[in-house]
Nanobody, 118 residues
Framework: QVQLVESGGGSVQPGGSLRLSCAAS????????MGWYRQTPGKERELVAD???????NYADSVKGRFTISRDNAKNILYLQMNNLIPEDTALYYC????????????WGQGTQVTVSS
């Protein structure tokens, strides 16, 4: 069973920065995508950014130019560097892992809260 453990959330003022981390237990998938999603009360969970096993990245329009997703393959850790944070970034952020090949499966972390407020 794959386990994902997020850390790095917290409270920050507008314009500040945070870095989220997601430590993943070893995955046996050869093709997979890891990503960050976020959710606020009453809204659906939305994709923030993801990165494939080949290194291709994808960002939500609302975070392009401010957030950077990266992965340390040796340590099996996923990062999300968040700069120039705005109040609209306030949400519960979840780490996600999608196995694509040889079998399909989806895993979620427990979530880490990010609050942007003055």
């Amino acid at each position: 069973q794959v386990q994902l453990v997020e850390s790095g959330g917290g409270s920050v003022q507008p314009g500040g920065s945070l870095r989220l981390s997601c430590a993943a237990s070893r995955s046996r998938a050869s093709i997979y995508v890891m990503g960050w999603y976020r959710q606020t009360p009453g809204k659906e969970r939305e994709l923030v950014a993801d990165i494939s096993n080949s290194g291709n990245t994808n960002y939500a329009d609302s975070v392009k130019g401010r957030f950077t997703i990266s992965r340390d393959n040796a340590k099996n850790i996923l990062y999300l560097q968040m700069n120039n944070l705005i109040p609209e970034d306030t949400a519960l952020y979840y780490c996600n892992l999608r196995h694509i090949f040889p079998s399909m499966a989806t895993y979620w972390g427990q979530g880490t809260q990010v609050t942007v407020s003055s």
